[in-house]
């Protein structure tokens, strides 16, 4: 493949293009998904109720409720809407030496990630219509401690094909 034009001066020299994709931007259900969602209708339905009791008294003081009533809609959305929107934002590189994760998202922006593909790598092949590569885990902090990020070619259509490419980049390292 061709690794001039956008490619100029992030690629390494000689360095080569095997596979570009892009994740299957379609709905997921997810349990973490449903969780959030459930919070989210309890703050809002709390919400409602505040406003609904505070309407029986004079004045628009009811209306303070629309925030979080607000918020608790927001929270509603993201979680059922986040995953699909985000998916669109993002776009996948294999080359011969690296995988790339680019993204373009709101407030974040445009960023770049690669991750060397070596024979030390650890790849998890998750097999289906839109299979699933993980090649990297990250250990990032939070509030209740440490939690583990696992990054990689998600929902793509052709998994076995970039599998078995991501297996010989790796068999050429050793």
């Given amino acids: 493949m061709n690794t001039q034009g956008d490619w100029a001066g992030i690629l390494d020299p000689r360095e080569t293009i095997l596979w570009q994709g892009r994740p299957d931007p379609g709905f997921v259900l997810r349990p973490a998904q449903i969780g959030v969602a459930l919070f989210g209708l309890a703050f809002s339905a709390f919400a409602m109720f505040w406003m609904i009791m505070a309407s029986q008294a004079p004045g628009g003081f009811w209306m303070f409720g629309l925030i979080h009533f607000s918020v608790g809609a ?90 078995r490419l991501m297996r010989n980049v790796q068999e050429r390292e050793a």
């Fill in 74 to 163: 927001g929270i509603i959305a993201w979680a059922f809407f986040w995953g699909p929107y985000s998916r669109r934002h993002i776009w996948y590189t294999l080359t011969d030496r690296r995988a790339f994760i680019a993204t373009d998202l709101p407030v974040v922006g445009k960023r770049l990630k690669s991750y060397p593909i070596t024979e030390d790598t650890v790849l998890d092949f998750e097999s289906g219509d839109l299979s699933t590569i993980i090649f990297h885990e990250e250990r990032k902090r939070g509030k209740n401690g440490h939690y583990t990020v696992r990054i990689g070619f998600e929902r793509i259509h052709d998994g076995a094909k970039v599998y």
